[in-house]
Structure formats: C-alpha cells, structure tokens
C-alpha cells in the first residue's frame, strides 16, 4: 500500500475510533466539587459550617415548623397551652393532633424532625467526619488540627442526635460515619445504646474542644459537658450528670441568671 493511502487509512481509524467516544457525553454539573477539594482545613472548616447551618433548620424544613431545635411544636402544643380553637382546618398537623396526643404516621411535623435529624444534620456531620479521616491519612492536616475538627463534627453528630431522641426515644437508627447504608440501620436498640451513642460523641468532643472559642457559635469543651449533662438527666441519671455540671460551674466561666423566667 502506497504511504499516502496507508496514511489516510490511519486518520480515518483515528477519527472514527474519536466520533465513537461518549465521553462528552459525561459533564460534571458546574458548583459540584469532588470530595477531595475539601481535604484541607478550610475545605472542612467549609464543611462544618454546612453543618452548624443545619442547627437552625433549612430552607427544607423552616426553623419555626415541625424541625424546629425548640421544640415548641413538640413542648408548647403537646401541653395544651396553645389550644387557639380554631377551625379544624387551621394547622390540623399540629393544633388538633399534636395538642390531642392523636398523632399519625401521615403528621408532617414528626417527619420535618426525623428528615432534619438524620437526612440533612448527622448526615452532613458523618460526611464531614469521613473528609476529615481522609485529610489527616493524606498528611494534608496534622492530628491536632483533625481532632478538634472532628470534635466539633461529633459535637453537631450528638446534637442532632440527642433532639431525635427527644421527639423519638430510643426507637431512632444509631448512624455513624462509618455506616455505609442508613436505610438498613434499625431503629430498634438495646436499653441505653442511644444515650451511649450520644455520651461517646460528647466525651470526644470535650476532651479536645478548647475552653473558649473565638468565634461565637462553635461549642466549647464545657458546651459538651452541659449537653451529655442534659442527655444524662433525660435519663434521670443524676450522679453522671453531677460532675459534668460542677466542672462546668467551678470553671468560673459561667453564672446563673439574675431571674430565673430571663432564661427564656
């Protein structure tokens, strides 16, 4: 075969091979950015802050409705003190079923809880946690930097924790970052598992979050203590929530209000 000839035939492969390739087909969407964009301290700090935005609720799940990490829907209306009697058709999800203790599986209030909890907030915290392990293996983070950071995401973790277990006790899944599919965890737990849960993520938090923080908002070593506090005394069990609270107390950092009714 003349070279001339023998050369167009080569073009000619390459090109076909070439129109034949689906790879322009793969766009990656512009604003989605891959894991490992993260694995350094601002990436993560990024992620937590992701994070602490979910305390307050989202554009999902609005802070002042069934998610909200007051409670009201769940501690006003459940203790009839906000009874309107209105029509039964004004916010029947909550002002006649929740104040009636006739709540169903088709109330949306519950459900905003549940998906804030464990789809939006312990989701967020467990990928934050898996970034901050593959950061600290890759050597782009040093062990100090990683343990505080993933102080705070396991302080998020039991946070969002502990307010599905207000609403749901004990019957909510144990999620961790190491879980690789939530939708097979079981809801159903041992006597004291969710509690343990909970006291586990605060005891690392605690010992190695700094006593005071310079920016507003990221929790402290004592922030730690007073919510396993909290968690312990939901529980009744006053001789693990005692220390935790005296520490806190004789810290100096903290007073009581002058009035109690300023707390709310």
């Not at 034949?20 to 891959?34: A, Q, R, V």
């Not at 829907?73 to 459940?78: N, Q």
């Not at 999800?93 to 949306?108: A, D, K, L, Q």
Request: glycine share 6%; proline share 5%.
């Amino acid at each position: 075969m003349h070279l001339k000839h023998l050369f167009l035939v080569i073009v000619g492969v390459v090109a076909f091979s070439t129109s034949c390739n689906e790879d322009f087909l793969e766009k990656h969407p512009p604003g989605i950015y891959s894991e490992n964009y993260f694995y350094n301290e601002k990436g993560i700090d990024a992620l937590l802050t992701g994070t602490y935005a979910m305390v307050s609720g989202s554009s999902l799940y609005e802070v002042t409705w069934g998610a909200s990490i007051q409670n009201w829907t769940y501690g006003s209306v459940a203790s009839d003190d906000a009874y309107k009697g209105a029509e039964a058709s004004d916010s029947p999800g909550f002002v006649n079923r929740i104040e009636r203790w006739n709540v169903t599986p088709y109330n949306g209030y519950p459900a905003d809880k549940w998906k804030w909890a464990f789809g939006l907030g312990t989701d967020r915290a467990n990928k934050t946690l898996n970034v901050i392990t593959e950061a600290l293996e890759e050597g782009e983070i040093s062990k100090s930097s990683a343990d505080e950071f993933k102080a705070e995401a396991m302080f998020l973790r039991a946070l969002f924790t502990f307010e599905a277990w207000l609403v749901f006790g004990d019957y909510i899944p144990i999620i961790t970052e190491n879980t690789k599919d939530p939708a097979e965890v079981s809801n159903v737990n041992p006597d004291g598992a969710v509690l343990n849960h909970i006291i586990r993520d605060l005891e690392f938090a605690w010992n190695h979050l700094p006593e005071n923080q310079s920016q507003p908002g990221r929790p402290t070593k004592y922030a730690a203590m007073a919510l396993a506090a909290r968690a312990y005394l939901q529980e009744l069990k006053y001789a693990e929530a005692k220390p935790l609270l005296e520490e806190i107390i004789k810290s100096g950092n903290y007073e009581l209000m002058p009035n109690f009714f300023d707390n709310f």
